[in-house]
């Protein structure tokens, strides 16, 4: 009898939360994946490589010198998979390197790296990995390595991108490799700059699967707020309306022409804007590991609310 008392005074497990609007995580060290899928994310919405190539503790450019791209893409690929398999099928999108030249250079072969007057608007992300194709190749190859072991849950995101031009290139680089965008893998850039946002139009026409908002970066760069200057920590918001109005135009372009929306950055960790991003009509939100469940909740409340809004003006109709 006693044991029975006990047995139903057991928590059942709480009835996950469905929502229409995926929720991911963002995960930054392949390490934390298990921890990442325990939330229930519905797959990664960033795997950022910065930390791959730290614990390697070699600049990637030393590989490519030393004539040996082989060790970097298994470096690649060791930590991918971690993560691709812990999380398939589910979408793990994998952003190619955006490392500021004031991050790598204590790695071994980082020592020349340049000293830029400001890292942040400097050779980094997209532009930097064109002027160094070797390594976007490389990343790229890694990725296909991964899709022909079954791994086709991979995609690929490209950060920092300002011109259509970008992306075209980087399209075919990938191409140069014998893999597809689109047709063999999802293919994808970062909303970070203005600019992209502004003509993100003229990025649908290159071709896109995804876009991702990195709202930390678009903050910086919308407000001209340094993300890093605790002077201007007061200044740094991504409520800002003109930040808001400029998601919400390339939710709106994608929604039209079909492609999935996503936010990586911060912002997606915050509740209260996260309900703005549901009602803007986004179709995917990541958050760190510990704000998925909050996201998650979130999501939901917007949802129904938004559901609820609608129910209620056809009745009236
Ligand atoms: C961002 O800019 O919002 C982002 C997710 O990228 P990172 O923080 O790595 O620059
Ligand atoms: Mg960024």
């Known amino acids: 009898e006693n044991k029975q008392t006990k047995e139903s005074n057991q928590t059942a497990a709480p009835a996950p939360i469905i929502t229409v609007t995926e929720v991911k995580a963002n995960v930054s060290m392949p390490e934390a994946a298990q921890k990442a899928s325990q939330t229930g994310a519905d797959g990664v919405g960033l795997l950022r490589t910065e930390h791959m190539m730290l ?16 060790e970097l893409i298994k470096i690649l690929m060791e930590n991918i998979i971690k993560v691709a398999d812990v999380f398939y099928p589910k ?9 500021p030249t004031d ?23 997209i532009r930097r990995e064109l002027d160094e ?8 190859k890694a990725v296909k390595r991964l899709h022909e072991k079954g791994y086709t849950n991979i995609g690929i995101m490209l950060p920092l991108v300002q011109h259509p031009n970008e992306l075209k290139k980087a399209k075919e680089l990938a191409e ?11 293919f994808g850039i970062m909303v970070e700059t203005p600019a992209a946002a502004l003509i993100i139009e003229d990025f649908i026409e ?16 919308t407000l001209a707020v340094d993300r890093n200057n605790e002077l201007v920590a007061k200044n740094y918001t991504e409520e800002h309306p003109a930040i808001l109005k400029l998601i919400k135009r390339v939710i709106e372009k994608c929604n039209e022409a079909g492609v999935t929306t996503s936010i990586c950055g911060q912002a997606g960790s915050m509740p209260h804007i996260v309900e703005k991003l549901i009602e803007y009509g986004i179709t995917s ?11 998650r909740k979130t999501v939901a ?17």
């Open 285 to 295: 939100v990541s958050a760190n590991t510990d704000a998925v469940e909050t996201v």
């Open 55 to 70: 614990t390697s503790g070699v600049h990637p450019k030393k590989f490519i010198l030393d004539n040996n791209e082989e």
């Open 206 to 221: 290159v071709g896109l699967d995804f876009v991702s908002f990195g709202t930390n970066d678009l903050t910086q760069y």
């Open 91 to 99: 979408p793990v999108w994998y952003r190619t390197l955006d490392a």
């Open 301 to 317: 409340r917007s949802e129904q609310k938004l559901v609820l809004k609608a129910a209620r003006k056809s009745l009236k109709e």
């Open 103 to 125: 991050e790598f250079q204590t790695l071994e072969g980082g020592e020349d790296e340049p000293h830029e007057h400001n890292p942040m608007l400097g050779w980094r992300g």
């Open 133 to 140: 194709p070797e390594i976007l190749k490389a990343e790229f």
């Open 176 to 186: 140069e490799i014998g893999f597809i965008p689109h047709k063999d893998v999802d």
